[in-house]
């Protein structure tokens, strides 16, 4: 499938050679096609106020290919952006560099306003605070991609309507195809948690040609096809352990559950001792055992903290609490209250990018559980950690 790809952009004249050579991309993304013409006209309407852009609306626009990212940038430079209005996220960018530019698109006093971006872009990153508007340019082929792009600006903290867009083409059947398919993904995540296994199975049955035998349609129209497909995945959803009916509330009736699953959460962590500061001790009770490492308080900033891991930890700490290429300028916090903002009347969720909320469930908190359940089973004597049995018994008088 690629060769032919590859085969057909070097008939136009979009070879390697000129992907790499700007002055040749530039010439060519002066050329015009209907699809980058659609993209070029709804981020005017969309982006633009009397010909300057907007400080306060943004935009993600996904493709597969790092080749057709370039293609666009040359061409949003032809259209008033420039290197700090627009940016790019691709695989293969440095780690520092994929930070900066992922710090630059969600802080809200940066110029960038539109992030050109590959897959590589579509997990672990949360944009939803500075950005409520996603393009596909190309639909994926894999449906959980289609959730993981969406779910950068579709999650909690986004106070906003989210819009998804993405383009179809009715002169070729399989993409048209794709393009129902992306519709209908939002639609059954209303009904059901994970959609990949339903929609993987839905593409295979198309491409392998027995969508007609899913349902007694005469002929072989796109139209019967796209009707075998609904009727497929209805019945799986019906069929599917994981369905959840999430129906339409109003917002007061959100409001009012929001506030009561909060009070619960909060009963919870009082009745077993949760409490940020239980939190703290924790972890430094573990720090303790590990003998090496710290967690100090931020000089002038109560609540927040600064963990040196212990040797044994510096791995996961790379992993989990890294910016760019260094972990000791991430800021920890245990209580939720000292990074919540009122936004619209609700109290959300604002951690910056180089803070981290720690909860029971977060990877070090579990690290320093298992240190702690370890030394309790197999406890040094110079460390004082034990473990006790208790008995009671009750006499009969």
Not at 49 to 78: A, N, P, S
Not at 236 to 247: C, H, N, Q, T
Not at 277 to 304: D, H, T, Y
């Amino acid at each position: 499938m690629q060769g032919k790809v590859n085969q057909a952009l070097e008939k136009l004249g979009y070879d390697r050679k000129t992907v790499e050579d700007e002055d040749k991309l530039a010439a060519i993304a002066k050329k015009s096609d209907s699809k980058t013409e659609a993209l070029v006209k709804w981020v005017k309407q969309h982006l633009f106020v009397g010909g300057k852009l907007r400080d306060d609306e943004r935009l993600i626009v996904f493709t597969e290919y790092k080749e057709t990212l370039f293609y666009l940038e040359q061409r949003f430079l032809h259209e008033g952006f420039d290197k700090n209005t627009l940016r790019l996220l691709y695989g293969g960018m440095s780690a520092d560099e994929f930070e900066a530019v992922k710090g630059e698109f969600e802080d809200a006093s940066a110029a960038v306003r539109l992030l050109l971006a590959t897959d590589a872009a579509s997990e672990g990153i949360n944009m939803q605070e500075e950005c409520r508007w996603v393009i596909h340019y190309d639909v994926p082929w894999s449906p959980s991609r289609l959730v993981q792009r969406n779910g950068r600006v579709s999650r909690y903290g986004q106070d906003r309507d989210v819009s998804i867009y993405y383009f179809r083409c009715d002169q070729e059947e399989d993409m048209k195809f794709l393009s129902y398919v992306a519709g209908k993904v939002c639609q059954v995540q209303d009904d059901l948690g994970s959609v990949e296994r339903v929609f993987d199975a839905a593409i295979q049955r198309h491409f392998a040609g027995v969508g007609q035998a899913l349902l007694p349609v005469s002929g072989g129209s796109q139209k019967d096809r796209q009707e075998c497909l609904s009727y497929w995945i209805d019945q799986e959803i019906a069929r599917s352990p994981e369905r959840v009916e999430l129906g339409h509330e109003s917002p007061t009736t959100i409001a009012d559950l929001t506030k009561r699953a909060k009070e619960l959460l909060e009963s919870t962590d009082t009745r077993l001792g949760i409490s940020p500061q239980a939190l703290v001790e924790i972890l430094r009770a573990a720090i303790a055992v590990e003998g090496q490492g710290s967690l100090e308080e931020i000089a002038g900033r109560p609540g927040f903290y600064r963990l040196k891991p212990p040797p044994r930890w510096e791995g996961l700490a790379r992993q989990t609490l890294t910016v760019g290429s260094r972990t000791d300028r991430m800021e920890l916090v245990f209580d939720t209250a000292l990074v919540e903002e009122e936004v619209s009347g609700r109290r959300v969720l604002r951690l910056k990018k180089h803070q981290v909320l720690l909860r029971l469930v977060h990877p070090i908190m579990r690290q320093a559980l298992a240190t702690l359940c370890r030394q309790l089973h197999a406890p040094d004597p110079r460390d004082g950690i034990f473990r006790w049995s208790l008995v009671l018994q009750r006499r009969a008088r």
